[in-house]
């Protein structure tokens, strides 16, 4: 009878050793747990990220090359928005490239592209 409780006490000693052990897997497991959450989140956001800053550069592109074309609109004399505008220079104007007749609607003079625009300006 004296080997009965030493094997209960061995027993009971490995079911707690293996509760222990478990439950400590079970806390790394919980505390991984996170970490794997946030970098899968780190690497979903990574390209919408990527494609927020490469968009923010272009507008800043965009932006400056707007400057560029104002800066360059304003200095442009008045008399060449003109139809018939006189270049000194001899050249005929932008807007005298496509001829329209008096009594031709303005949707016939400009280039139009919409099918359903044309069909309304016959």
Same mark, same amino acid.
């Given at each position: ?27 790394? !497991? ?29 507008? /800043? @592109?965009?932006?400056? @090359?707007?400057?560029?074309?104002? @800066?360059? @609109? ?5 008399? /060449?928005?003109?139809?018939? !505008? ?11 490239? /496509? /001829? ?23």
């Amino acid at each position: 009878m004296t080997r009965s409780p030493s094997l209960s006490r061995a027993v009971v000693a490995a079911g707690i050793l293996t509760a222990l052990l478990g439950a400590l897997l079970v806390a790394w !497991f919980v505390s991984g747990w996170a970490d794997v959450r946030g970098r899968q989140r780190m690497i979903r956001d990574a390209p919408g990220q990527v494609a927020d800053q490469r968009g923010a550069e272009l507008a /800043h @592109e965009l932006r400056a @090359e707007l400057g560029a074309v104002m @800066e360059r @609109e304003v200095e442009r004399p008045y008399f /060449h928005y003109q139809n018939l !505008f006189h270049d000194p220079r001899g050249r005929p104007g932008p807007a005298s490239r /496509h /001829h329209r007749s008096p009594g031709a609607p303005m949707t016939r003079w400009c280039s139009v592209t919409s099918s359903s625009t044309r069909a309304a300006a016959r």
